[in-house]
């Protein structure tokens, strides 16, 4: 059983756009969520994370907003360039016991 | 400061075979989690080694076995491999006393089961 859904699959946007991802999640048991970014042929690399108890937080040009009533969470990438073609993945943490689960994955492409 | 580093890189097996992969956490780390990762898929969680001792296992077989030494590295063991096993391995390592839950992965192994 899939612990958290992500979605789209697959995104392709111009540069300068702001591509969204979303996540949901069932268990309210879940206490941290962090979004990873991974290149081809590297592991997975943190790009933010929020715990629930937050709906918003902003690093550079990511943006998680968090619904805990509605258990979802999205990533926006901001004036997006080429640099950030990646696949991009959401997790859901049980922090006792550091328990990650992973979302599909979305493979974000932006254009030149 | 080394990340967190895996060997080998890429790995070709084939069916019935035994496989070990290891892992050296980052620096100052003493938690070491594995992970599979299915071409298009997240990493799934295979199990979390903290003081040497198993804490936390995922939803795999007992095929996959793994070890962790006193320092702090790790070994993961896949017996009577399956075509099925194919895919990248990961490891994650963290801190348990840290604030920051943050697990730092490697680049992963790539095993191609034929």
């Known amino acids: 059983q899939q612990q958290v859904k992500q979605s789209p699959q697959s995104l392709i946007v111009q540069k300068g756009g702001i591509p969204i991802i979303n996540c949901a999640y069932e268990n309210t048991a879940f206490d941290y969520f962090p979004w990873y970014q991974q290149f081809p042929g590297k592991g997975p690399a943190l790009l933010i994370a929020?715990?629930?108890?937050?709906s918003e937080k902003k690093e550079g040009r990511f943006t998680i907003s968090f619904n805990k009533s509605a258990k979802q969470f999205s990533l926006h990438i901001m004036d997006s360039q080429p640099g950030d073609s990646a696949t991009y993945f959401c997790?859901?943490?049980?922090?006792?016991?550091?328990?990650?689960?992973f979302g599909t994955g979305t493979s974000l492409t932006v254009i030149p | 400061d080394a990340g967190v580093t895996q060997s080998p890189t890429h790995l070709i097996k084939t069916r019935g075979q035994q496989v070990t992969l290891r892992c050296s956490p980052k620096?100052?780390?003493?938690?070491v989690s594995w992970y599979q990762q299915a071409l298009g898929q997240g990493p799934q969680f295979i199990f979390q080694?903290?003081?040497?001792?198993?804490?936390q296992r995922g939803n795999f077989p007992d095929r996959f076995s793994g070890h962790q030494f006193p320092n702090y590295s790790s070994e993961l063991n896949v017996n009577a491999l399956l075509l099925g096993d194919s895919a990248l391995y990961l490891c994650?390592?963290?801190?348990?006393?840290?604030?920051?839950?943050?697990?730092?992965f490697g680049p992963g192994t790539r095993l191609l089961v034929l």
């Open positions: 929020i715990r629930p108890d937050v």
């Open positions: 080694y903290y003081e040497e001792e198993e804490r």
């Open positions: 620096s100052g780390h003493d938690t």
């Open positions: 994650a390592s963290s801190l348990v006393s840290a604030l920051d839950e943050t697990q730092y």
């Open positions: 997790a859901a943490v049980l922090l006792i016991g550091n328990q990650f689960y």
